[in-house]
């Protein structure tokens, strides 16, 4: 009972991370008139919520770019010409942080935690 209490399943880190970006992206579309800091900020936030959701389940990526973007232009009525690239470039930093949880392999079954002898 403890260890399930203490150790979270994927599952719920997935929907942890689809609930953060999702509204992290509403975050973002809210920030744009702001400086580019506060925007820099923010996408960098919002990219370790997309990654948050992708290391936990890859399904989860695809899910909460669409339902961010989807957020995105429902709150940004007038600027949805800056809201296209956000997205995009979000995702793929999160594939970058999902690349480095895996040490960079495209062999998902290595991990990190065992040293690795040869």
């Not at 994927?10 to 920030?31: M, N, Q």
């Not at 709150?75 to 949805?80: D, K």
């Not at 999902?98 to 002898?117: E, L, N, Q």
Request: charged letters at 10%; a neutral charge; proline letters at 7%.
């Amino acid at each position: 009972m403890i260890k399930a209490c203490v150790a979270p399943s994927p599952e719920v880190l997935a929907a942890l991370g689809v609930y953060a970006g999702v509204y992290t992206c509403i975050g973002v579309a809210h920030a744009m008139p702001g400086t580019e800091k506060e925007v820099a900020s923010a996408d960098v936030l919002l990219t370790v919520a997309f990654g948050i959701a992708a290391a936990s389940h890859i399904a989860a990526l695809p899910l909460v770019a669409l339902l961010g973007f989807l957020a995105m232009l429902w709150v940004s009525e007038g600027r949805r010409s800056r809201m296209l690239p956000v997205v995009p470039i979000a995702a793929a930093g999160a594939m970058i942080l999902v690349f480095a949880c895996y040490g960079f392999s495209p062999d998902a079954s290595v991990t990190c935690s065992a040293p690795r002898r040869g």
